[in-house]
């Protein structure tokens, strides 16, 4: 699965991008220079047999810095040509790659990928309270012109709900697949490097940081106090706030997202 030669990033981990650089390079620069000859107009250059000619070329230097894009492309190229040492994996169908893929290995694929929608509200929290805002200056105007307002909520549920969203944070999760009930791709975004929406076919990549087999599950939401929690008690709480919108069930693999583009 080549990598187009003009990507479209939506999201890409500046950070991450140049330590798997400077990893696989032994190193990086930022910046180049080059060196042009140029012959002065309208002036014949003599040979270098020739005596006594007068010096008609000048040099100028240009510097070069390079973008985030252009590491990219060089990171995958590099990836690609030692796909066994760095275990980089270009995946066609994961369906079929599901058993060999492992923890560390880095993934690339095509994916038809989303936020899920209450992930979407979670982590955008000035949206949520927009929406409230709305249905709250709707209510007194859909009564006033004899509409059903029963179907709205109320004060009380407002104000609930804008409680729970100032508790109830989440990371920005971004989950896809391939196929209706097959193989799951999800990992966090960090808000600094996304670009764009992400929705739709696109190409990811990123290191597999754990493994989700058939019937393993967690929840895509964060949990309140996290930290202060150990291990069974995060899982418990995981296993009590599930529901289908916002729960991954296995296979899948969570990933440290470098990429997402198209």
Do not use: C
């Not at 990371?171 to 992400?198: A, M, S, W």
């Not at 754990?210 to 930290?227: I, M, T, V």
């Not at 995060?234 to 899948?252: F, I, V």
């Amino acid at each position: 699965m080549p990598i187009p030669s003009l990507p479209r990033f939506l999201y890409l981990d500046e950070r991450a991008l140049g330590e798997y650089l400077s990893i696989v390079e032994e190193g990086l620069s930022d910046e180049f220079k080059r060196r042009l000859s140029l012959s002065a107009p309208g002036v014949d250059v003599p040979s270098l047999g020739e005596v006594g000619g007068s010096e008609s070329n000048s040099e100028e230097e240009k510097v070069v810095r390079e973008t985030a894009s252009q590491r990219f492309i060089r990171l995958v190229a590099a990836l690609d040509a030692n796909a066994s040492r760095w275990r980089y994996r270009d995946v066609a169908d994961l369906a079929e790659s599901f058993e060999s893929l492992k923890v560390m290995d880095f993934l690339h694929a095509q994916v038809e990928m989303e936020i899920p929608p209450v992930v979407q509200l979670m982590s955008q929290p000035e949206q949520l309270n927009g929406m409230l805002d709305m249905l709250e200056a709707l209510r007194p105007m859909a009564s006033m012109m004899g509409e059903d307002v029963d179907g709205l909520p109320g004060e009380e549920q407002t104000k609930a709900i804008r409680g729970f969203g100032k508790v109830m944070k989440s990371d920005v999760v971004i989950v896809g697949d391939q196929v209706e009930n097959g193989p799951k791709v999800t990992g966090k975004l960090n808000k600094e490097y996304v670009r764009d929406t992400i929705e739709g076919e696109v190409f990811v990549l990123g290191k597999i940081s754990k493994k989700w087999e058939k019937g393993e599950s967690h929840s895509l939401l964060a949990l309140p106090g996290a930290s202060l929690m150990s291990r069974a008690q995060r899982r418990q709480a995981a296993r009590q706030q599930q529901s289908d919108e916002n729960t991954l069930t296995g296979p899948a693999v969570t990933l440290d997202i470098l990429a997402v583009y198209r």
